[in-house]
């Protein structure tokens, strides 16, 4: 999950305060009546004093709040009914922090929460709309609201912009290395893409390999590194990112105390399985785990606080100069600075400019945060940008909202097949993603459907590990559960007849061990009975692979491939790492790998 503004918020809001709220009677002393409302002593803005409940519409049914107001601000936001799982849950505690802070029910809803926020926000909208008072009187009030007292400088050791995966990675590195660390993050909470990704991790030769008698090696991940980004990427890059993704896993398990599932996937354009897991399949519990190790360490995470622009002294990078709520911040490093900001995904200007295919009629899966801001801000000081037209789309995503769909994740099980319109395979399920994206928008309306079987769904358990997107899915009509193939594909209008013969086809290539159409990787299993699946899917903006050229300390070069002194990098928001294409599960290892290694660096001022 990840913030974003979700401007559908603030129309909502508006739209639900319009609708419910009567115009508030203008307050005297005199015209407050007993027990309604405590004495109004601003009697045009004021907001009565009470407690009110809400009701809205969340992802798992209905959301009831009781909201509580005194002096005119929400003091105080209990859930009394929800049906949200816990992941979900957490974005109202989230928009509970946010709404008492900024005395505000705008704001920043939890994005991979969509529903949830929007439920939540409907029912805090409907709680204070009892109140009689309007949306102004609220904003009358917000203005004025104190918000976090800020000074106007700081300083530490080592300042690092961004607290996604790979700052935070490097957060605990320089922490665990003696330094003082403050983390800059432009959203109200830490997270990223990282946090909304499954946050799967290439790490060859792990714990569950060994347990399953998969073979695998540093060197086979480094060529499939080199072979998946068309020999594009650095070299000597990809060579610390393979060396080090296991230590990385096991630092993630043992260190900051990440737990992993028992199961691995099969990402699309490795030569073997060897992906890890975390907890609920789920970005959210790397950041979670992630963000109260640092914290643990000491490390300081300002929120809401965008860096603007690094500022050298005597050729070294020195300071980040911030804002917070339009306050400008000074941020002192005595070690380093560490850019981590991810990529540029929704930075539509920045990605029409190096790549005009990937303009605005391409979806995104990416977090509203990743806009290039340290690319712009590196570039000005004379930093080297490599790559940046290759911009990756992962293939299978929501065809309305350009979301990852993880429940599609059964075809990572080696479980499911992609059909177009005709009812035929259009390519190998287990291809690159650019390899798959580009064929799906070859075929009809530019989309495909993931068809799988009962047995297929038992052993992926994807309706269970996302049951939310699950259930969402098939109220949104975009995934039919059916008891005959005929009928799953009538719901789409796939030819029926033609995606039983591909099934028939697909289920003779199962028994004979080789797919002859497309040479599907991994085991082959048949389909057999019904219920059937099928999920409509379409190609989203997912990651940007250029970026910040980087040294294999993690230190930034300039266009003439020296180092900008004081300034390191890690995460998406280099290049060269994965060339043309990066593979699924392989940026968790790059952003823990690098993340690590510029936080080590920075704290010993390499
Ligand atoms: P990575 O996977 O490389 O860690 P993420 O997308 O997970 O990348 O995290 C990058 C983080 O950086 C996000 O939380 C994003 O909001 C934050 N960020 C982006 N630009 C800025 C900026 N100018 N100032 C502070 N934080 C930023």
Same mark, same amino acid.
């Given at each position: 999950m990840r913030k974003t503004r979700l401007v559908v918020l603030a129309g909502m809001l508006a739209l639900s305060l319009a609708a419910c709220s009567? =115009?508030?009677?203008?307050?005297?002393?005199?015209?407050?009546?007993? +027990?309604?409302?405590?004495?109004?002593?601003?009697?045009?803005?004021?907001?009565?004093?009470?407690?009110?409940?809400?009701?809205?519409?969340?992802? +798992?049914?209905?959301?009831?709040?009781?909201v509580t107001f005194a002096d005119s601000k929400i003091t105080e936001i209990k859930v009394l009914e929800?049906?949200?799982? =816990?992941?979900?849950?957490?974005?109202? &505690?989230?928009?509970?922090?946010?709404? *008492?802070?900024? $005395? @505000?029910?705008?704001?920043?809803?939890? @994005?991979?929460?969509?529903l949830t926020s929007t439920g939540f926000t409907q029912a805090v909208a409907d709680a204070f709309s009892k109140t009689g008072a309007t949306a102004d009187q609220l904003a009358a009030v917000t203005a004025e609201t104190v918000k976090d007292a800020r000074e106007d400088s700081? @300083?530490?050791?080592? *300042?690092?912009?961004?607290?996604?995966?790979?700052?935070?990675?490097?957060?605990?590195?320089?922490?665990?290395?003696?330094?003082?660390?403050?983390? !800059?993050?432009?959203?109200?909470?830490? +997270?990223? $893409?990282?946090l909304i990704s499954g946050g799967e991790m290439a790490a060859p030769g792990n714990w569950l390999q060994k347990e399953e008698g998969i073979e695998d090696s540093k060197d086979q991940f480094y060529e499939d590194i080199l072979k998946g980004g068309d020999n594009e990427n650095d070299p000597e890059l990809v060579r610390i990112l393979a060396d080090?993704?296991?230590?990385?896993?096991?630092?993630?398990?043992?260190?900051?105390?990440?737990?992993?599932?028992?199961?691995?996937?099969?990402? +699309?354009?490795?030569s073997v399985k060897r992906s890890l897991v975390p907890l609920n399949a789920s970005g959210v519990e790397l950041i979670d785990k992630l963000t109260k190790k640092a914290e643990s360490l000491g490390v300081e995470i300002h929120t809401s606080t965008p860096a603007k622009e690094l500022v050298q002294t005597d050729g070294k990078v020195t300071d980040v100069k911030a804002e917070y709520e339009g306050q400008e911040i000074t941020y002192h490093a005595d070690r380093g600075v560490i850019l981590a900001t991810g990529g540029f995904g929704s930075n539509l200007e920045m990605r029409?400019?190096?790549?005009?295919?990937? &303009?605005?009629?391409?979806? @995104?899966?990416?977090?509203?945060g990743s806009t290039g801001d340290g690319i712009d801000m590196a570039e000005k000081l004379g930093a080297q940008?490599?790559?940046? /037209?290759?911009?990756?789309?992962?293939?299978?995503?929501? =065809?309305?909202?350009?979301?990852?769909?993880?429940?599609?994740?059964?075809?990572l099980d080696g479980r499911a097949i992609l059909v177009n319109l005709e009812g035929k395979r259009f390519v190998e399920e287990l291809e690159r993603r650019d390899v798959i994206s580009m064929a799906v928008t070859e075929q009809t309306g530019g989309v495909s459907y993931m068809f799988w079987d009962e047995d297929s769904m038992k052993a992926s358990k994807v309706n269970e590990t996302h049951k939310n997107e699950y259930e969402q899915l098939l109220a949104s009509g975009n995934l039919v559960k059916a008891d005959t193939v005929e009928e799953?594909?009538?719901?789409?209008?796939?030819?029926?007849?033609? !995606? /039983?013969?591909?099934?028939?086809?697909? $289920?003779?290539?199962?028994?004979?061990?080789?797919?002859?159409?497309? $040479?599907?990787?991994?085991? !082959?299993?048949?389909?057999?009975?019904?219920?059937?699946?099928?999920?409509?899917?379409? =190609?989203?903006?997912?990651?940007?692979?250029?970026?910040?050229?980087?040294?294999?300390?993690? /230190?930034v070069l300039d266009e003439s491939g020296n180092v900008i002194s004081g300034l390191y990098a890690a995460g998406e928001v280099t290049g060269d790492i994965h060339g043309t294409n990066r593979l699924g599960s392989d940026a968790i290892a790059d952003i823990t790998v690098f993340g690590r290694i510029a936080g080590k660096n920075a704290a010993e001022n390499k």
């Open positions: 009567k =115009p508030a009677a203008p307050q005297t002393a005199e015209t407050v009546t007993e +027990g309604t409302a405590a004495v109004q002593t601003e009697a045009q803005s004021g907001i009565p004093d009470g407690t009110y409940q809400g009701e809205g519409s969340g992802k +798992g049914g209905k959301i009831v709040v009781e929800n049906a949200e799982t =816990p992941g979900f849950a957490d974005a109202m &505690d989230t928009m509970t922090e946010a709404m *008492i802070a900024q $005395n @505000s029910i705008e704001v920043d809803g939890v @994005s991979g929460a969509t700081y @300083s530490a050791d080592v *300042i690092i912009v961004g607290a996604g995966g790979a700052g935070l990675s490097a957060a605990i590195s320089a922490a665990e290395g003696g330094a003082k660390v403050i983390v !800059l993050e432009k959203m109200s909470m830490p +997270g990223g $893409n990282t080090n993704a296991l230590p990385a896993a096991e630092w993630l398990r043992d260190d900051v105390g990440v737990t992993f599932e028992d199961y691995e996937l099969f990402f +699309g354009g490795h029409k400019k190096y790549n005009a295919d990937m &303009d605005e009629k391409i979806l @995104s899966t990416n977090s509203v940008v490599v790559d940046m /037209q290759y911009i990756q789309t992962y293939p299978t995503c929501d =065809p309305e909202t350009g979301a990852l769909l993880y429940v599609g994740d059964v075809r799953a594909a009538a719901h789409f209008g796939i030819d029926a007849v033609e !995606l /039983q013969k591909t099934i028939d086809q697909y $289920n003779e290539y199962c028994e004979k061990g080789k797919d002859e159409a497309f $040479n599907k990787r991994g085991d !082959l299993i048949a389909f057999t009975d019904g219920p059937y699946y099928i999920l409509k899917t379409t =190609p989203a903006i997912h990651h940007t692979m250029g970026g910040l050229k980087i040294n294999t300390d993690a /230190q």
